[in-house]
């Protein structure tokens, strides 16, 4: 007898249902939003400036006050701490200058997360030299302080805090806008072997190394689909017309 294929509700790294975001002054942010993003999946959030993808981000991570609901792997939002959340759920923004602690060494930013989550026990330099590695950069750097590094190295180094802890889900806001090609393509490559909301202005970049796409337009979604199917047969006039700008 054929056994029914019954996913458990747990393959959903993240759900978020009805989420909306209202700024003081009544700027309606994200309206009405549910989006789904499956263990392994990377799903990718394009939009014009302005859209709601970073207010949708930032409510995700309960970082700004909204409406809905969110739940990671199964549990409610609302059920985790902090500690937990952030066990579950890291964001990596645009901007690496205003959150990596200059005065701080690479290896102290990178193994500063696992530390506070193993209370205190320190991880061992392999596994910081692995990551530095994987992002591209040469292993000595665990003993460099951020200010000596580029913009696009301290946004490699954001990432990779942002991966140590092996998160359920990455949020990446514009995470890779300051990193060239080559790097791009080889962090793309790192980003995809985890669960991950890819925010992008870049819609090739998207397509590119997405399984969905998700397309918002004044605080809504208005169109999602199979990567494929968005970028080849757009359905909303919006996402087409942002095709027609490539
Ligand atoms: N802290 C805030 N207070 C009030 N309004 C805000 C705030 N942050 C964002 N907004 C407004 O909410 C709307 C959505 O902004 P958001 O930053 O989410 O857009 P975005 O899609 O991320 O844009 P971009 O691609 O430029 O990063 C905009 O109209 C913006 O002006
Ligand atoms: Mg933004």
């Avoid at 169109?223 to 490539?246: A, D, N």
């Amino acid at each position: 007898m054929r056994r029914r294929e019954i996913s458990p509700p747990s393959s959903l790294a993240l759900e978020a249902s009805h989420i909306s975001v209202t700024y003081p002054g009544g700027i309606r942010a994200v309206r009405d939003v549910s989006i789904s993003i499956a263990q392994g999946e990377v799903l990718a959030l394009i939009g014009e400036s302005g859209s709601g993808k970073t207010s949708l981000a930032r409510a995700l991570a309960s970082l700004v006050p909204y409406s809905g609901q969110v739940s990671l792997m199964g549990n409610p939002v609302s059920s985790l701490n902090r500690l937990e959340r952030s066990r579950r759920l890291q964001l990596v923004f645009q901007n690496p200058y205003t959150y990596l602690n200059p005065a701080k060494t690479v290896g102290q930013i990178l193994e500063e997360p696992l530390i506070i989550h193993a209370r205190g026990k320190r991880p061992g330099p392999a596994m910081t030299e692995e990551m530095l590695t994987a992002l591209d950069l040469d292993p000595a750097y665990r003993t460099r302080s951020i200010r000596e590094l580029s913009g696009g190295e301290r946004q490699r180094v954001a990432i990779g805090c942002a991966l140590m802890l092996n998160p359920s889900v990455i949020l990446a806001d514009e995470a890779l806008s300051a990193l060239d090609v080559l790097v791009q393509a080889r962090i793309l490559a790192l980003l995809r072997s985890h669960t991950c909301l890819f925010i992008s202005h870049d819609i090739s970049a998207a397509a590119y190394f997405s399984h969905r796409i998700a397309v918002m337009y004044r605080g809504e979604i208005v169109e999602e689909g199979p990567t494929e199917r968005v970028y080849t047969s757009p359905r909303h006039p919006y996402t087409q017309r942002l095709l027609r700008k490539l």
